[in-house]
């Protein structure tokens, strides 16, 4: 007569959390609840200032100078917009704003990914030197260069003109930096099978590692871009006609004659802002992917 084995259930046993692991908030309430409450109280402490400059610029600006500490001192009115507007040239200086910095971003990005190319799969004597000079250029402070770039101008005959404000600013070893880090990073097997298929240099860097860093070179573009929107010191500086100037150039000019106007300078600051709100809002997925993915908004 056979014995029969008894049988053996298997019992599961509680996953243990690994050592090390992140905080998950699924697991409990309180968490959820502590994180939301963290982040809330940060939105609400980033968009008090920018919430107070609205209320500032729709008042009068006696209601503005009255005593008081609520932001909302009497009706709303529309006038420091009225006036900033009569007094400047807005829509031409928002032109000349949108495009020097879409040709700054386009020529930057360009010459930049080629430096970084050049950098990460050149092979050609003084290249360690060259980078070296490109990485120590990052820490030369911009406020440097401007008299050695003004006379740059005055000898080429370019002051009031839109190259005297664009090609200074085309110059980012930072960018250049960045990408070719991000270009170590790209296997070169692809690279090689592309060239025995008989694609040339120019052709593996176009067809091969630009779509393989999009993520990097979106990056790059936007954080440049909004850069040469918000210059104000060099085209400050390089222009002098009024068609020329740019809009946080131009909003700058517009001053009244009775001191400091604080709904008109709060007013000219939004007005400034609003394309940059714009920009933020149609591509805030790829702003948000890029910077998540690529890491840039900690450098």
């Given at each position: 007569m056979s014995a029969t084995a008894p049988t053996?259930?298997?019992?599961?046993?509680p996953r243990r959390a690994a050592t090390g692991s992140p905080l998950l908030l699924r697991h409990g309430r309180l968490p959820r609840v502590l994180a939301g409450t963290v982040l809330a109280v940060l939105a609400a402490v980033w968009l008090l200032p920018l919430l107070w400059a609205v209320a500032t610029s729709v008042q009068s600006e006696q209601d503005v100078?009255?005593?008081?500490?609520?932001?909302?001192?009497?009706?709303?009115?529309?006038?420091?917009?009225?006036?900033?507007?009569?007094?400047?040239?807005?829509?031409?200086w928002a032109f000349n704003s949108l495009l020097i910095a879409g040709l700054v971003t386009v020529i930057t990005v360009t010459v930049s990914a080629l430096a970084a190319y050049g950098f990460s799969r050149g092979v050609f004597r003084g290249r360690r030197a060259l980078l070296g000079v490109t990485v120590a250029a990052i820490m030369v402070p911009p406020q440097l260069l401007v008299v050695p770039l003004f006379e740059q101008m005055l000898l080429f005959n370019l002051v009031d003109t839109y190259a005297a404000v664009i090609l200074p600013q085309v110059v980012a070893p930072m960018m250049v930096f960045i990408l070719k880090r991000f270009f170590d990073g790209i296997?070169?097997?692809?690279?090689d099978a592309a060239?025995?298929?008989?694609?040339?240099e120019f052709r593996v860097f176009r067809s091969i590692v630009l779509p393989l860093s999009r993520p990097i070179v979106a990056a790059v573009a936007i954080f440049v871009f909004i850069g040469a929107w918000n210059n104000f010191m060099w085209p400050f500086i390089v222009t002098n006609d009024p068609d020329l100037m740019t809009l946080p150039v131009g909003l700058a000019t517009v001053k009244d004659a009775f001191g400091i106007q604080y709904a008109q300078s709060m007013a000219s600051a939004l007005l400034a802002a609003l394309p940059l709100i714009g920009v933020f809002l149609l591509f805030q997925r790829r702003i948000v992917d890029s910077v998540a993915t690529t890491g840039l908004g900690g450098s």
């Open positions: 053996v259930r298997s019992r599961r046993l100078a009255s005593p008081g500490l609520s932001p909302f001192k009497g009706p709303f009115t529309a006038e420091a917009f009225r006036r900033i507007l009569d007094r400047g040239n807005v829509t031409l296997p070169r097997e692809l690279e060239r025995i298929d008989g694609a040339s």
